[in-house]
């Protein structure tokens, strides 16, 4: 873009100010078992939904995205799908710790490993895929484009709410490229569920937000 910083206008309440994210990765995981029928299947079949369910008990219990909040990371099951032969589960894997993060991703691999020696290297392919990292680490060394929005914030008479992201951003993909981009609220609400809603009067708001930081980014230059 050739500038030195951004903003990105993807938050939620009023007064959200945000400039820590997640640690991302995607996993998937690949079951292969082997049919025939059930009735001389003793000592033969291997059946793939079973291997799945095995290791999805491996999985933490309470760092599930329904248990955890503020800086609490998740291994979240998304999707599955299969039959005797073959089955694949689809997680995502979230920590605001690296340190964390990557012992949630060894968890993973550790399990992957047991099926394995279980029942053969053949029944089970993981493959895990980082998506982005805490932007954090690029936006602490420029501090003062957070704390300008704090002071415009309370100079509009809006609270300034400072947490950590827990979901995904822009703003770290753009951060890590170069281009640190802290989060601005937007008003919405209940992302990605059926009750989600924006607010049009902080959508007003946000707007105002914008206007003011701009004119306040000219006058400094």
Do not use: W
């Not at 690296?98 to 399990?111: G, H, N, P, T």
């Not at 950590?164 to 490229?177: A, E, K, V, Y």
């Not at 607010?199 to 707007?207: E, G, R």
């Amino acid at each position: 873009f050739g500038a030195n910083l951004a903003y990105k206008i993807d938050g939620g309440p009023l007064g959200q100010l945000q400039y820590e994210s997640f640690n991302a990765a995607s996993a998937s995981v690949t079951f292969h078992g082997k049919n025939i029928h059930p009735g001389s299947a003793k000592n033969k079949m291997v059946n793939s939904l079973l291997l799945a369910h095995e290791f999805q008990a491996m999985m933490p219990t309470d760092a599930v995205p329904e248990k955890t909040d503020g800086y609490e990371g998740f291994i979240y099951l998304m999707e599955m799908h299969g039959a005797t032969e073959k089955t694949t589960l689809d997680y995502i894997i979230r920590d605001h710790s690296r340190e964390k993060f990557e012992e949630k991703k060894e968890q993973m691999r550790q399990a992957a490993k047991q099926i394995a020696a279980h029942y053969g290297e053949e029944a089970v392919e993981l493959t895990i895929k980082d998506s982005y990292y805490n932007m954090r680490e690029k936006i602490e060394p420029v501090i003062s484009i957070v704390t300008t929005v704090k002071e415009v914030y309370e100079d509009l008479g809006i609270e300034p709410i400072i947490e950590p992201i827990r979901g995904g951003t822009d703003g770290s993909q753009l951060s890590f490229m170069g281009l640190p981009t802290p989060n601005i609220f937007t008003g919405g609400e209940n992302f990605h569920g059926r009750y989600e809603f924006i607010s049009a009067d902080d959508m007003v708001k946000t707007s105002t937000v914008i206007i003011e930081m701009v004119q306040r980014f000219v006058r400094s230059s």
